[in-house]
């Protein structure tokens, strides 16, 4: 009975010793299938990721900007007009607080606003209003025919709706969502209008790292 006893308790350690081997393989192995998957983006993301469509346009200081030489940061970009009464001040408000939250991180993310009313933003105009939002801001200006095809690859809505009675004489309505490309100059995601600033902060730590 003693060497029975004495066999069981060997059998017993035996087998925990394996059990405790084989958790900690299977551990082991989640955390690496963890480490392979792609990050989750709060934000609507494109899957796969496409090239960001290119252009080059004149920022506020009368500089040419040319999307694909941003490769070493992540870039927001937003279609919006300085005229705009509510949607364009809100998010570029958003954006700004996005920019303060993320500290040094900041360094490596570019906020560009491309207008969609060039005939009255010009250069100087925009850089009175983007900076006003963050020193860092930029505004992007071209002529209609430059802007057109751009609006058409980044799909966004734009069309003049006059006002005849108004001061403004005429508004622009617009699709407001924000677009984001990564340091490798692809299209990630897409935000839509108010997307809580915790949201982009919280993609862009993510982003800034790859």
Known sequence: MKVLR??????????????????????????????????????????PALPAPDFTLTDHTGQPFTLSEQQDKVV?????????????????????????ELGAAAADVEVAMITVDPERDLPERLAIYVTHFDPAFIGL??????????????????????MPQSAMVYTIDHSGFVYLIDKAGRWRTLYAHNTPAADIVSDLRILVRE
């Open 6 to 47: 004495i066999l069981a308790i060997q059998y017993e350690k035996n087998y925990m010793r394996k059990y405790i081997s084989l958790l900690l393989l299977t551990l082991a192995l989640a955390s690496l299938g963890a480490c392979g998957r792609a990050p989750e983006l709060k934000g609507t993301r494109l899957d």
């Open 76 to 100: 927001l970009l937003y279609f919006g007009f300085t005229s705009c009464p509510d949607i364009c001040p809100i998010e570029l408000s958003n954006l700004a607080t996005v920019k303060r």
């Open 141 to 162: 200006h071209g002529e209609p025919e430059e802007l057109a095809p751009i609006y058409r690859d980044y799909g966004v809505h734009v069309e003049r709706r006059d």
